[in-house]
């Protein structure tokens, strides 16, 4: 566990870290503009697609953008 995690883990209850609250936002699913490209995720993966651990990077305009355009359709249409 990472320092800053433990120490914010060690000085709360563990109690405070059993629930996970969604809340809405009001920028729905148009999340682009809300980091820079590539994003640290990608940054990450690449290099792990360089050491072999992983085949293949998950990018944001491939994977991610799609997927929220579909779920942002579907609230559109209220299913």
Not at 3 to 29: H, I, K, S, T
């Amino acid at each position: 566990m990472r320092r800053l995690d433990r120490d914010c883990f060690e000085a709360r209850n563990a109690q405070a870290f059993r629930v996970e609250c969604l809340r809405p936002v009001r920028y729905g699913l148009d999340i682009g503009h809300r980091f820079r490209h590539p994003s640290v995720y990608e940054l990450y993966g690449e290099k792990q697609v360089a050491a072999g651990i992983y085949n293949e990077v998950i990018r944001f305009r491939e994977h991610i953008a799609p997927l929220a355009a579909h779920l942002d359709l579907r609230i559109a249409a209220g299913s």
